[in-house]
């Protein structure tokens, strides 16, 4: 009905001729004849209708074929296709048609460049973290090797670095993959505090180094996830953790918890750092957003980033504390479903 009612206002005007025709010849007829004014009136109006409905049908199986031909060239852009449009179209839509399809035509080249340069970027970056592996083994073997030709402090300095540099390609890894078409997951059941204690044995020199006291507490529960992409996630939070808690007397803890009546799993890291302003809250998981605080300007605003991105892919709700504020630290909780029995 609306359809046609938006017919009938875009032919309005020749609705109106034919109007205007009729009564003219009405007219016309009148004075010739007044007997017969109301005989042709019915048979004018008769042909008026019938004229209507004649052009209806006609501008229907016109409308239908613009229609067609314009979502063949919309869907394929191709020369064939811009011909036929400009076939059924009247000749004053010829140029903005010839002018689109040649815009069309440069926007898809542009994109195809794009996804190739992508592509390209991608296979690059994948590309040197493999390669990179092969120094940071050589240097890893180097220091084990000369560990009695060095103090302990020295040690455990170049271990720290190792390990930051690690967790960098590590980063720039799992960057890639984010936008990957094909990403294989592997979920398993997975014990909570096995995995926590996995991701927090490549922080255990930042922890000696820094003098943080890590407190752990989690109820025997067990999780379905990826293992690895967990890893990474966990990773990413305790990082953050262990970046910004005090530098001096730094806590870092860990709950794991299952709700009692609900059907969630909860894990959550806190430090007791400065915490984050309440106005840069919103924007934490933002790409690149490292917020006011002084403490934050020098970092890359990625870690919640990633955190947010792979707890999504694994199902995992992320939150942050709502009781953060300056100077009481800072909380982050993961809220796992239940799909088995713990």
Known sequence: MKRKCAYLKMRAHW???????????????????PGAVKIFAVIMLLYSLLTAAAGYVVDKGKEGERLLAAEKFLERQGEGEEQELLAVMDSVWHPVIK????????????????????LSYQEFIEAWVHEIKTPLS?????????????????????????????????????YARLYAEHVDYKFDKLF?????????????????????????????????????????????????????????????????????DGEKIHLAVRDNGEGVPKEDVPFLFDKGFTGNHPERQKA??????????????????VKIEETINLDSGFGIELEFPIVLDS
């Open 192 to 260: 909570l505090r096995e995995c926590v204690d996995e991701a927090l044995a490549d922080f255990c020199e930042v922890a000696e180094e820094k003098c943080v006291d890590v407190r752990i507490e989690t109820e025997p529960v067990w999780i379905f996830s990826d293992q690895r992409a967990l890893k990474f996630l966990l990773s990413q939070i305790f990082g953050n953790a262990f970046k910004y808690t005090r530098k001096a007397g730094g806590i870092v803890e860990v709950y794991g918890w299952k709700e009692k």
């Open 138 to 174: 050589l240097s890893e073997l180097v220091l084990e090797n000369r560990r009695d030709e060095m103090s302990d402090y020295v040690y455990r300095r170049i271990q720290h670095v190792q390990h930051m540099v690690r967790l960098d390609v590590e980063r720039i890894l799992y």
């Open 15 to 33: 609705l109106t001729l034919l109007l205007l025709s009729d009564f003219f010849f009405l007219f016309l007829v009148w004075l010739a004849n």
């Open 300 to 317: 890359t605003g990625m870690g919640l980033y990633f955190v947010k991105k792979y707890a999504e892919l694994l199902g995992i709700e």
């Open 99 to 118: 002018e689109t399809a040649r815009l069309l035509r440069e926007e898809r080249m542009y994109s195809r460049e794009r996804q190739q340069e992508l």
